[in-house]
């Protein structure tokens, strides 16, 4: 082996195992690096992933692009690491490579970032804006569930003290009746009779009518005063003055208890009249009230009876009929009589109020003012059951 061949196999030996060593150092290391690298990247947060997808969005750039443009990349490196004589060659490129991978992993992860807090930035108020619409929701529900829930409470209450009123009576009122106390006006008389009779009811008479029934037809002033306008008995003539019929029972008395026991009693109606002589010497008031049995009309009897100290005092209101004599201060007596569920009130005297003397007149006139309430009778008849 010539020296020229000995040298030069020395030299390519010399070169070729530093080329060698070199490239093989060079290679382990990048080979090292990557995966220690690559190894980074495994164990925590790789900046490439996408999270597009995960928050609805997608790429407008195809990953077919991204790899086109990489490869284009390749030529250019292997042109430079096949240059002779610069055995930096590998290593520039090697380095060049690297911060080529290291930028395009960091756009990667730049662009995924921006695209994650892009979204997220918008979702915030989206989320506090939804969840504020639901809670005004479900307070709404709420709410008016309760609102809902009270209105049926307050309906069904209602319902039921309707239900009372009709069964009972409404503690005293009945349909067609009144409700609450007429007060009587300013100034008025607080007449009473002097001598007070009270008739208690007769069953045998008056059984057919002890209640009122549920479709009685209310008192008219034709059909009570109708065949009455004139009463006689013995020399007492006495022709009918004034006459009215009214829902308002309380409106013919005073007294709070008396006006109280008409409400309790269901009175629904009353008629009144007013009779007088032809000399216009004597004066009979005639009341009839129509309440709902014959115990309601007794107790308003009771509480009629000036002579009751159990009882406030009340009675009826004189009536003060223009051009028509009426009961004045002075003397006057009066008689009640329970007629089945009827209360029927005879009050007489003297225009002059003066008392009676030794005639039996005041006495005649007490008798034929009773005669004025023929409809009475006349119910008892239409009521009584067949065959009787």
């Known amino acids: 082996m ?25 290679d382990h290391v990048e080979e090292h690096d990557y995966e220690r690298e690559d190894d980074g990247y495994d164990e925590g947060y790789d900046p490439e992933e996408d999270f597009s997808e995960e928050y609805g969005h997608t790429h407008t750039r195809d990953a077919e692009d991204d790899a086109a443009e990489y490869h284009d990349d390749e030529p250019e490196r292997d042109a ?3 240059r002779p004589g610069r055995r930096g060659g590998r290593r520039k490129n090697k380095g060049k490579g690297k911060d080529k991978r290291g930028v395009d992993r960091v756009s990667a992860f730049s662009a995924s970032a921006i695209k994650k807090v892009s ?6 108020n989206q989320i506090v804006y939804t969840l504020a619409e639901q809670s005004k929701r479900k307070r709404g529900t709420a709410v008016l569930g309760v609102l809902l829930g009270a209105f049926s409470l307050a309906l069904v209450a209602l319902l039921g003290l309707l ?8 503690g005293g009122s009945s349909a067609g009746g009144e409700d609450s106390i007429v007060a009587p006006p300013e100034g008025h008389s607080t007449l009473t009779p002097e001598l007070y009779l009270f008739q208690p009811d007769d069953p045998e008479v008056f059984g057919a009518i002890d209640e009122r029934p549920a479709d009685a037809e209310p008192m008219t002033d034709d059909s009570v005063f109708g065949s009455v306008d004139e009463l006689e008995l013995g020399d007492m003539k006495l022709d009918l003055r004034a006459s009215e019929v009214t829902d308002s029972c309380t409106s013919l008395v005073w007294g709070e208890e ?7 009693g269901g009175c629904v109606n009353a008629a009144s009249g007013v009779y007088t002589d032809s000399k216009e010497d004597y004066v009979a008031q005639v009341t009839l009230f129509d309440l709902s049995d014959s115990e309601s009309a007794t107790e308003v009897a009771a509480a009629m009876d000036p ?4 009882t406030g005092p009340g009675f009826l209101l004189t009536r003060e009929d223009e051009g028509i004599p009426g009961l004045q201060d002075g003397y006057s007596q009066a008689s009640t009589q329970v007629m089945g569920h009827y209360l029927a009130v005879f009050w007489s005297g003297r225009v002059d109020g003066e008392p ?4 039996t007149d005041m006495a005649t006139l007490n008798v034929a003012s009773m005669n004025a309430f023929s409809f009475v009778y006349d119910e008892v008849v239409a009521n009584r059951p067949d065959g009787e």
């Open 258 to 264: 008396l006006g109280q026991s008409l409400l309790d």
């Open 119 to 124: 979204v997220l930035g918008d979702r915030p």
């Open 2 to 26: 010539s020296r020229a061949e000995s040298g030069y196999g020395r030299k390519g030996r010399r070169g070729g195992t530093r080329h060698a060593s070199g490239t093989h150092t060079g």
């Open 163 to 170: 239900s009372f009123q009709l069964v009972t009576g409404g």
């Open 356 to 359: 009676p003397g030794k005639d």
């Open 80 to 82: 430079e690491a096949e």
């Open 307 to 310: 002579t009751n100290a159990e």
